[in-house]
């Protein structure tokens, strides 16, 4: 509660212009005359009871005509204060300020001055009703005129002085005591009118103010949508527009009086945004943020504008209204239909095979992953099937890619002409494809499938004039558990392709256990290991991170693909764990290293490009050199480079040792899925990490997880590191990791696997 003393302290005033203090002062005097007639009329009231029943009936004509003239004086106020409050009468604010000095001044005077005609003459029940009222009268009078101090002022002071004269020339201690009772009234009165007219005062300033603050606020939001692309938008509780922006009509094709009382609901109704893909979704978010009363960012919405498909992005939050049970919704919006189209052009690029239009490698992966997660997919017989053309590679050497990619693109053309709803075609790479069954009840029932495929192809090519036979080889697998990944599922069926490839073309084999085992298939990469890998048959791909709150990429890890005569496409994890383990890893790892210095010298500065490093990169000198060397040679700047360390890589001296010389460089360090393994963050302590990298498991989108994650970020912070997210692959589990204070995600929800040249245009403009 506010203390007394507080109150007292002087008001802390705005310089105000003079006219400025004169509207004020009008303001002042437009409520105390609203106030006046209600005065006056208790003033009547109160005289016209004394004279009819506390004045004697024998003390003649003086008594009575002293509250006639107070009560005359007070009713002519009541009138002139009832003629200005409804617009009668309009005098000059100083006249009117002078008429409440003179006609307070006037009436106090007069019937304060009845004390001292009455007490001589009234008994004790009469004084006491005249000292009651006396007070009553004094405190509404005081009550009234605090708007304006001059006048409370005067309208107090006058009764007091003349109360204090009657009571001290009246014989007796109980007026003693009433007059010492009077003098603390008094000053309570003097105290809070002065106190009251003050804050009221400066009340009236802040609005005066707060006037003055809207126009500028308002000059600036029409300078700021005349000059940018944004319009800024402000409605009622309700929804509907408080103010419309000219911007916002001039997008939506409409005029500003046609969306005068329009809510967004209406607008969005219009221009047919439920029609639209997309929009129903936009709507319930902006629904629930409407009826949860929270904030809402980057909400992106559809509509047609004159034919045209055109897209919004709105945020707004709601602000405290004039009542405290009111609010209002204010925010921003802008047509982003250019950044939508080229981010859905990207994300296309990044899923889509350029040249075949089937979903390529990285697509197929993901929707493999996001089947074998889906509990219904147990029970609707998954297949994959592996299919490599047989004789293109003679077709490619012999007649050129031109013919070579018109064959790749007649092969998918035939392979989903002869496809059904529940089958789904990729090009991994080459000429290798995949299909991917479901809703199969048996292995014959794969096999009938995969022959329509094989005659397919059989039939003969023509390019340009030229009578192609091509053919093809698959490999499949039907597992009777789902496998755990994507990973073992794609390494099956390869295995049984390439076990139809070596009994001849035109083949069809399912996995079996017996055929090949993983040894088999790392002897054969150790043995193409063993011979030099050729920089063009690697092909870097980056998958993108995002910052949470801008939805802008912030950096890319490097993937390599292998593109391996015998194998097909093979990861750099899995070629990489091979050299590892034959003393190879550090000719790769220099090799992998170039690619993306060159990669990052097509890039932005400011973007981080990070490369994993195994535990046999890290302990040699050499590559640590290689590095060194690499950097100096290209254009990219140690400060764009992120190694990505597995958790094992940091338990040796020596690799303690080449973490730090690293960081000399300015190459800043990841702990790569963390939570993976066994080590703690108290065992980096010490060591010049910047980030750390949390596995997929603890990420927050799986129950009980984001209490881990949120103490995990916290733990990480405390450290001076930041924490990146793996495997964020919906909205729901962005927000999840969001609100647990991570600003940094990979997966899915940041965005699929892309090319140097994709991710170069998603940046552009953002250099430096």
Known sequence: MMSVLSLLQPHQRERLTPAQRDDVTREQIAVTFGVLPWAAAVHLVVTL???????????????RLWPFLSGVIGLVG???????????????????????????????????????????ILDDSGDLILTAASASITG??????????????????SNLVILGVAFWLQPGPEFERILIGLIVYGAALIGGTIVVSGNLESRYRAELRAASERSVVQMLLEDFEGNAGDFVWETDQKGKFNRIPTRLASEAGLDSAELQGTAWQDLFMELGTLRIPGGIDALMELQKARHTKTAFVDVLVPVRVHGEI??????????????????????????????????????????????????NRHSFWTELERLLRDPYTSESGLALAMLDLDNFKSVNDTLGHTVG????????????????????????GGDEFAILFTDMGDSSQVRTLLGRYIETLHEPITVAGTRLEIGCSIGYYLPAELPSSADEMMG??????????????????????????????????????????????????????????????????????????????????????????????????????????????????????????????????????????????????AGQFELQLDESSVITDQSRAALHAIAEMGVSLTVDEFGAGFSSLASLSGLPF????????????????????????????????EVVVSGVDSEEQLKAVAAAGVRTVQGRAAGEVMSVQAVALATAGRRG
């Open 140 to 157: 509404a009078g005081a009550v009234a005129t605090a708007m304006l101090r001059i006048v409370g002022l005067t309208w107090v002071l």
């Open 690 to 721: 910047t980030r750390v990298r949390i596995e997929r498991s603890i990420s927050g989108a799986a129950p009980g997880g984001r209490p881990i994650l949120e103490a995990l970020v916290d733990l990480v912070d405390a450290l001076g590191m």
């Open 49 to 63: 009871g004394l004279t009819l029943y506390v004045i004697p009936p024998d003390s003649g004509p003086l008594p």
């Open 310 to 359: 055109r897209w919004w992005q709105i945020s707004g939050r709601p602000r405290p209204g004039r009542t405290p049970d009111e609010f209002v919704w204010r925010g921003v919006g802008s047509d982003v239909t250019e950044v939508k189209l080229q981010s859905d052009e990207i994300v296309r690029m990044g899923r889509v095979d350029a040249l075949t239009g089937m979903p």
């Open 78 to 120: 009541m009138c002139v204060g009832l003629a200005i409050h409804f617009n009668l009468i309009a005098p000059t604010y100083r006249m009117s300020y002078a008429f409440l000095i003179v006609e307070f001044a006037v009436v106090g005077i007069l019937y304060s001055s009845l004390a001292l005609v009455l007490y001589p």
């Open 492 to 637: 099956a069926a390869d295995l049984a392709l390439f076990a139809a490839k070596e009994s001849g073309r035109g083949a069809v084999r399912e996995y079996r256990d017996s055929m090949k085992s993983v040894a088999d298939r790392r002897a054969r990469l150790l043995e193409d290991l063993g011979n030099t890998v050729a920089e063009k048959d690697l092909e870097l791909e980056l998958l993108p991170r995002i910052d949470v709150l801008s939805r802008e990429i912030v950096a890319v890890e490097v993937r390599v693909v292998w593109h391996n005569a015998r194998l097909g496409a093979v990861t750099s994890a899995e070629f990489m764990s091979v050299a590892d383990d034959t003393g190879l890893a550090y000719s790769l790892g220099t090799t992998v290293f170039e690619l993306a210095c060159e990669a990052a010298s097509r890039l932005p500065d400011h973007l981080r490009v990070a490369v994993a490093v195994s535990t046999r990169q890290l302990e040699s000198e050499a590559f640590i050199e290689a590095v060194g060397d690499s950097l100096r040679r290209s254009d990219a700047r």
């Open 405 to 428: 990619d018109a064959v790749l693109r007649e092969v998918a053309d035939r392979l989903s002409e002869a496809g059904g709803m529940s089958q789904l075609f990729a090009r991994l």
